[in-house]
């Protein structure tokens, strides 16, 4: 319970107008996310109203439409009394059991599937007690996991490093794009490789928005150049499935060709044609990490360590 001006708010009330917020005003289901009944959370609301003397929320009759000026701005506060009263929780858990717990991940397919694996097995090795929880999203979808406190770190190439506000990141690994061929396709006696050679074949490769599509197409743009992009996917084993099928010549990320595993195709490197991508570890500032937590950083990237970490998200 807080006391605000003299009075006492639950946080119950502070949950639901977070909720409320983030099921974009639809009172329904925010009390179904939280389990509670519309009207007990319509009640919740107005006694928050009333406690604090201003209105949160824009009505038309029963319905909300948005939130009052005031409630715009008490909102920060809601979210942040939410937050550290997580973090408490968090805190007193760790001093309990420090090498066990919950470390939840969202990443895209392309580190799960590539980068990660080394990493994820030294860190079961260190922390078998620790319940690793892996979420494989788009870039904004592991955006939305960070903001909201649902995992405790976002990997990815695109999307994390727009808000420096509320997350920091640290650089994870950098990557290039390259092009996948059959062993015997003509681009494999092309040296050196060029775009316009790689614009005379169809291509596949990634949707946008994921796995630094936006760096291929910018590649052929700068050079004047058209990709006739066929067919695009979310991941390279798709990608060299289709090419292997010869609907047309694969762009990927050069990390998801493995010589023994991809047998009949052949990489070409594309550092010369592509800029250099990099993939970050991204943090939202305020929200508390277990020890475990920071070594699964390091494990990451040796440049990383606790006290580097906290600096960063307390800006200094």
């Not at 969202?106 to 260190?126: D, G, N, W």
């Amino acid at each position: 319970m807080t006391i605000f001006n003299g009075t006492a708010m639950n946080f119950q009330q502070l949950r639901i107008v977070r909720e409320t917020v983030r099921q974009r005003f639809n009172l329904t289901e925010a009390s179904n996310a939280l389990f509670t009944s519309q009207s007990g959370a319509s009640k919740h609301i107005r006694d928050l109203e009333d406690e604090l003397g201003v209105e949160l929320f824009e009505r038309r009759g029963k319905r909300l439409l948005g939130l009052t000026t005031a409630g715009g701005t008490l909102l920060e506060t809601i979210e942040r009394i939410l937050l550290d009263a997580e973090n408490l929780k968090r805190s007193a858990h760790q001093l309990a059991n420090r090498d066990q717990g919950r470390l939840a991940i969202a990443t895209t397919h392309t580190q799960a599937r590539y980068s990660l694996p080394p990493v994820i097995a030294r860190f079961k090795e260190s922390f078998p007690k620790v319940h690793l929880e892996l979420h494989q999203c788009s870039p904004g979808e592991i955006v939305s996991l960070l903001r909201a406190g649902t995992v405790d770190i976002g990997i990815a190439t695109e999307a994390v490093n727009e808000d420096g506000a509320s997350f920091v990141r640290f650089p994870f690994h950098h990557w290039h794009h390259s092009i996948v061929v059959p062993d015997d396709h003509p681009l494999t006696r092309i040296a050196p490789l060029t775009l316009e050679a790689v614009a005379d074949y169809p291509v596949v490769t990634y949707h946008e928005g994921f796995t630094g599509r936006a760096s291929i197409d910018q590649a052929f743009e700068k050079a004047a150049l058209a990709a006739d992009v066929v067919l695009t996917a979310l991941d390279a084993d798709v990608i060299k499935t289709y090419v292997e099928l010869g609907l047309g010549i694969g762009i990927i990320a050069s990390l998801a060709y493995h010589p023994d595993r991809d047998r009949g195709l052949t990489l070409l490197s594309g550092e010369s044609l592509f800029p250099r991508n990099t993939a970050y570890l991204a943090l939202r500032r305020g929200h508390f990490l277990h020890a475990f937590a920071y070594e699964f950083l390091r494990l990451c990237s040796a440049a990383l360590n606790e006290e580097t970490v906290q600096q960063a998200l307390a800006g200094r």
